[in-house]
């Protein structure tokens, strides 16, 4: 079982960046596909990005390829999402997410969830 908390939500211009960190507990961290997604009020959740247990798999939303980029650091039981050239159709609670072993980009298939990080873009 893993725990998540996600840092790094805020308020940003249209056109900035921010960096999203997830921390995650557990000494199994290697083992999970990890994934962002996002939701906004009265819509489903989405699916933004997906990195592999190793990190050298990785797969976007169309919306964010080319300016969203996932990474993870297995000796730091981290994993990142640098969001650049922000939109303000970016704006959503975003949630790290873990899944024990397996590549998935769909939501259901996720076990496990922190409790999401605001991200607000100004127009």
């Known amino acids: 079982q893993v725990q998540l908390v996600e840092s790094g939500g805020g308020l940003v211009q249209a056109g900035g960046s921010l960096r999203l960190s997830c921390a995650a507990s557990?000494?199994?961290?290697?083992?999970?596909?990890m994934g962002w997604f996002r939701q906004v009020p009265g819509k489903d959740r989405e699916f933004v990005a997906a990195v592999s247990q190793s990190g050298g798999r990785t797969d976007y939303a169309d919306s964010v390829k080319g300016r969203f980029t996932i990474s993870r650091d297995n000796a730091k039981n981290m994993v990142y999402l640098q969001m650049n050239s922000l939109k303000s159709e970016d704006t959503a609670v975003y949630y790290c997410?873990?899944?024990?072993?397996?590549?998935?980009?769909?939501?259901?298939?996720?076990?496990?969830w922190g409790q999401g990080t605001q991200v607000t873009v100004s127009s």
């Open positions: 997410a873990g899944r024990r072993m397996g590549w998935s980009t769909g939501s259901a298939d996720y076990a496990y």
């Open positions: 557990g000494r199994t961290f290697g083992s999970y596909t």
